[in-house]
């Protein structure tokens, strides 16, 4: 796990804030960013959080006109990722602006609850190699991510029950995180102020062959 403070330059880090909160930046909403788990002893099976996100590059492609926009960071990025053992340069799998907000009030029963799913990434069934999860965290916000001891295994079936924190990363402005991508982690919600935005990239050794 590497945490780098203040990765990039007051100068840059204004630059990506003021694309993710310009006017013309396109928000889509999720009524659910959780996607609630039913197989989690761990978690109520009706806890939705809502939110917006912008999932502008997935399965290593494009997918939308802002993507020149992150060209350069990505490739910042990329520099701090330890070498690939395949001897070849990363694949940018997916990046994803997260704009989440604070917690429904109809969750407020759960006020207790404070990081939304633990997930992975991308599918075990499909990507079997060594992947990279990197967020980078762009405004002044409160809301951990949680990383968890527990892992996902290639063609693993099932998923814990119940997870064990081995971290809590404070989404301190102008941080980068890289983390192995195989990791159980969950986002949380802000609660102190009205925006936490991240943005994620997903690495991964090699091109996989995509459904």
Request: aromatic letters at 16%; glycine letters at 2%.
């Amino acid at each position: 796990m590497i945490e780098i403070k203040d990765f990039l330059s007051e100068r840059l880090n204004k630059h990506y804030h003021n694309i993710l909160e310009n006017t013309e930046f396109p928000w889509y909403y999720c009524r659910d960013i959780t996607n609630s788990p039913t197989h989690f002893n761990s978690y109520p099976i009706d806890y939705r959080q809502h939110g917006f996100h912008h999932t502008c590059f997935k399965d290593y492609t494009s997918q939308s006109v802002v993507v020149p926009h992150f060209l350069h960071l990505v490739e910042m990025i990329k520099d701090k990722l330890p070498e690939n053992e395949l001897g070849c340069d990363w694949e940018l799998y997916r990046l994803r602006c997260g704009f989440n907000i604070p917690l429904s009030p109809v969750n407020k029963k759960y006020d207790y609850l404070d990081y939304n799913q633990p997930h992975v990434d991308h599918d075990n069934n499909i990507i079997t190699g060594k992947t990279f999860t990197c967020l980078y965290y762009v405004n002044e916000t409160d809301g951990d991510t949680v990383i968890f001891n527990e892992k996902i295994k290639p063609y693993q079936k099932s998923w814990p029950a119940k997870f064990t924190i081995n971290k809590r990363i404070e989404p301190t402005r102008n941080k980068l995180l890289i983390f192995d991508g195989d990791h159980f982690h969950a986002s949380s919600s802000p609660k102190k102020y009205e925006s936490r935005l991240v943005i994620t990239f997903n690495f991964h050794d090699r091109i996989y062959q995509v459904p």
